[in-house]
């Protein structure tokens, strides 16, 4: 065929094909680019997890007529039995102010820290969506230490306060007041909490607990008290 009717013919053939071809190499793109970024949460069964987080804490009941709200951090690590169902290990520190007028008649300095180690559950509601809802809860071993640094007056009238771990039936100095006292006692924990996948199965996730603390006995002059405390911790943290 001469060249010069051979050329109209391939450019002819050349428009036909390319429209044509143009559909499937179009979608063959696409499902490849699409694929490469799709973002499936991983099965977490069988597998390691670990979190940290900050705190914002409020004392509850008689623990919050001597202590103002604190602040905190936790770190933790867990194992999932299944996607709904997994067991961590998590250790919390806190820090409280006490009180000004914690003591009748008496102004007052010092400070309350609490660290506690726990063992959680964790029910996933809705373990594989893209917005979590669970519930948590165990059993811990609570350390609670009470400082009192400053003490306004030379002498004092029977001071005996659970919630501060001091209880003297006779009138003391303030020498014998000043200083820290501590508690490592058995406490609950439960509360629920949201959470919210980020990538694969990373979480940022905000939870409240109320915790109860099994504290010591005291023999007051009103008689036996407990030093029991109650707190609840709100967390905002990140679970990888």
């Known amino acids: 065929m001469p060249r010069f009717f051979a050329m109209p013919w391939m450019l002819t053939a050349m428009l036909v094909a390319t429209p044509t071809l143009a559909g499937p190499l179009r979608q063959a793109a696409e499902s490849t680019s699409t694929e490469a970024f799709v973002d499936d949460e991983p099965p977490i069964a069988g597998h390691v997890t670990f979190n940290l987080g900050g705190s914002f804490i409020v004392p509850i009941g008689k623990t919050s007529d001597r202590f103002d709200a604190g602040w905190g951090f936790l770190l933790g690590a867990g194992y999932h039995f299944t996607d709904r169902l997994a067991a961590f290990v998590e250790y919390q520190y806190s820090d409280f102010d006490l009180k000004d007028r914690v003591l009748q008649d008496e102004n007052v300095a010092g400070d309350h820290i609490m660290q506690y180690g726990n063992l959680n559950f964790l029910l996933g509601l809705l373990p594989r969506g893209r917005v979590g809802l669970y519930l948590t809860g165990g059993p811990g071993l ?7 640094t400053e003490l306004a007056g030379a002498t004092l009238v ?10 003297y039936t006779d009138v003391v100095p303030v020498s014998n007041v000043i200083g820290s006292r501590s508690s490592t006692d058995f406490g609950l924990n439960g509360g629920v909490g949201i959470s919210y996948r980020i990538y694969g199965a990373m979480r940022v996730y905000l939870e409240a607990r109320y915790h109860y603390i099994f504290g010591p006995k005291f023999n007051a002059i009103e008689g036996s008290q407990r030093a029991d405390g109650q707190y609840l911790p709100i967390n905002l943290g990140l679970r990888f």
């Open 158 to 167: 029977p001071v005996c306060d659970p919630w501060l771990l001091i209880c």
């Open 142 to 148: 609570y350390y609670r230490k009470v400082e009192i």
